[in-house]
């Protein structure tokens, strides 16, 4: 059964720390893997990845796929407060599977 | 244990017609969203309920839609006068704490 696996569930650090989100999957038809911030309730897409190997960067934020491991990290580094949310793994394939997300908290 | 459900899995109506999307919650969840996916658009947030709290329907495009979520459980979502662009999949999602537990939507298409 297709699913995505999100890891840690949650996390507290502190400012100016950085700190690595992993999603893993196992899918069929794989189609592309999208990372969403969530504050509050509404979700804001960060980066959608299909390449592997290819990182890509949006300020202090990064993220990178493995298609041979099924897996895929989201860095922030130099962290600030704004950046505490629950961050989503999406992967599509045949349709659209979620993670149940991990809850980032930055404290000051 | 059984997941989130939701039903149809797919739904094709004609425009101006009523539509109604169910969701199945996992037992004891207290949190319920509602999301929708359009093709080219990102995960869109709709309403969400929470307890016996007013729901944050912060996220409705309009009037057509509304839900509401009976007995702290089972949510149904309505669109009224469907017009093309509400096809989208509709996603539920249940929660306990901040975990997010989606279903697997249904997919609406408005002819």
């Known amino acids: 059964e297709d699913k995505v696996v999100q890891s840690p569930l949650s996390l507290v650090v502190h400012e100016g720390d950085t700190v690595t989100l992993n999603c893993s999957y196992e899918?069929?038809?794989?189609?592309?893997l999208l990372w969403y911030k969530q504050e509050k309730k509404a979700p804001t897409f960060l980066f959608m990845l299909t390449s592997s190997g290819i990182e890509k960067k949006s300020g202090r934020l990064s993220s990178i796929l493995d298609k041979k491991e099924l897996f895929s990290i989201l860095n922030i580094t130099a962290t600030q407060t704004g950046d505490s949310a629950i961050y989503l793994c999406?992967?599509?394939?045949?349709?659209?599977?979620f993670g149940t997300g991990t809850s980032l908290t930055v404290i000051p | 244990g059984a997941g989130v459900s939701q039903s149809p899995s797919n739904k094709v109506t004609e425009k101006g017609k009523d539509v109604e999307l169910r969701c199945d919650p996992i037992s004891g969840h207290t949190a319920l969203y509602w999301y929708r996916q359009s093709l080219g658009q990102g995960l869109e947030f709709l309403i969400y309920?929470?307890?016996?709290?007013?729901?944050?329907k912060s996220g409705l495009p309009s009037d057509r839609f509304s839900a509401e979520r009976t007995g702290g459980s089972v949510s149904t979502l309505t669109i009224q006068r469907t017009q093309q662009e509400d096809s989208a999949v509709y996603l539920c999602?249940?929660?306990?704490?901040?975990?997010?537990?989606f279903g697997p939507g249904t997919r609406l298409t408005v002819t």
């Open positions: 999406v992967e599509l394939g045949n349709q659209f599977y």
């Open positions: 899918v069929t038809n794989f189609r592309s």
């Open positions: 309920f929470q307890g016996n709290s007013a729901p944050d």
């Open positions: 999602a249940s929660s306990y704490s901040h975990e997010q537990y």
